[in-house]
């Protein structure tokens, strides 16, 4: 089952996968992706902490390919462009507008291929659940304006602003 709503469970730092552990957990992934779109959440990618495992394990599937993310991180970013309305599984309420890059180099991946380019949704993607490895969220990218308080807020929570991330503490 996919975690919703716990930002303090999804903000863990995980655990290199071992190599005996990757298939168990690439199939745990594509089972919850799966059932996920079956119920109509829409997503293309899900990382082994949305599902409680903190692991360093990824899926993304986007149209005609398949990418598994397996202990790697980017070590090359290329073009920055703002991404209207990101979303996550684990916040299905929430869409925010983010800042991401359109090109990466992925690296030190534990299954082949091990280092790749990726472009367009695939790049954010890669980018959106190698964050989730190391317990950043997508709304930590988020394109902060000024608001009247009684906007919408930025954050995709429907509420007014001022009752939102415009408390004052």
């Known amino acids: 089952m996919i975690i919703t709503n716990d930002e303090i469970l ?28 079956r119920l109509g959440k829409s997503g293309i990618g899900l990382a082994a902490p949305q599902i409680g495992i903190l692991k360093k394990a990824a899926i993304i599937r986007c149209d005609n390919y398949n990418i598994d993310l397996v202990n790697c991180n980017i070590e090359k970013f290329f073009d920055q462009i703002k991404i209207p309305q990101e979303g996550c599984l684990s916040f299905p309420t929430k ?13 030190n991946n534990l299954i082949y291929p091990h280092s790749f380019i990726c472009t367009g949704i695939s790049a954010i993607a890669c980018q959106h659940e190698i964050d989730h490895f190391n317990g950043k969220l997508f709304f930590d990218y ?28």
């Open 95 to 107: 869409l925010v507008d983010t800042m991401r890059y359109q090109e990466v180099y992925v690296v």
């Open 10 to 37: 999804l903000r863990s730092k995980c655990e290199d996968v071992l190599p005996d552990e990757v298939g168990e957990i690439i199939s745990k992934l594509e089972y919850e992706l799966n059932n996920a779109n």
């Open 142 to 169: 988020s394109i902060k304006r000024k608001l009247k308080p009684n906007e919408l807020c930025y954050c995709g929570s429907f509420l007014k602003f001022k009752k939102c991330c415009g408390k004052i503490s």
